[in-house]
């Protein structure tokens, strides 16, 4: 059996009995999350798909944003999702900041800057991401979306985390990980 469909069989045996463990009432509203997915089986260290979600309610979800490879370019695929631990492949949500209620709308914006450019050279999901909170690490009206003060820092932590969940991830062992920045004035 290929490693893709290795994967798919082992997400689909456990997803039918244990996604309902987690729950969207354990995130925090506002909270903006760094998502993580495993690429391969066995997961090879550091090399992750990368997103966004800010989640807005616990009934309803949120907002995954990342982009994603179509054919030799890069595509945007942000929307609104209820289902966020339901991804395949997901290793978890990693939260970095808190968003003041009334700035969604600026973070939404914020994050959909560079989607006219993501076929630049070099463009990863990774790199797309960083560029995104280098925005959001700049004061506006007095305040600051993602308090980190190195970006650096920040992705060998999330990447450090991610290591740490990547084989969990690939056994889909249920529920998935939560985590929280140190370096992110949470």
């Known amino acids: 059996m ?102 969604e709308n600026h973070l939404d914006q914020t994050l959909k800057t560079y989607d006219n450019r993501l076929n630049t050279p070099g463009t990863t999901c990774r790199v797309w991401v960083f560029w995104v909170l280098g925005l959001l690490q700049k004061p506006i009206a007095g305040k600051t979306i993602l308090k980190c003060d190195n970006l650096q820092s920040l992705e060998a932590e999330v990447k450090n985390w991610g290591n740490a969940n990547a084989a969990s991830a690939a056994e889909n062992l249920q529920p998935r990980p939560l985590g929280a920045s140190t370096l992110c004035g949470l």
């Open 2 to 103: 290929c490693k893709q469909n290795r994967l798919i069989h082992r997400f689909s045996i456990r997803v039918r009995f244990s996604y309902f463990k987690m729950s969207l009432s354990s995130l925090k509203i506002n909270g903006l999350y760094i998502l993580l997915f495993i690429r391969d089986d066995p997961p090879a260290q550091n090399d992750f798909h990368w997103g966004l979600y800010l989640h807005r309610n616990s009934e309803t979800g949120g907002t995954k944003y990342h982009i994603k490879q179509q054919g030799s370019g890069w595509i945007t695929d942000h929307g609104p999702t209820a289902g966020v631990f339901k991804s395949f492949l997901l290793i978890g949500l990693f939260r970095i900041a808190d968003v003041p209620m009334g700035w």
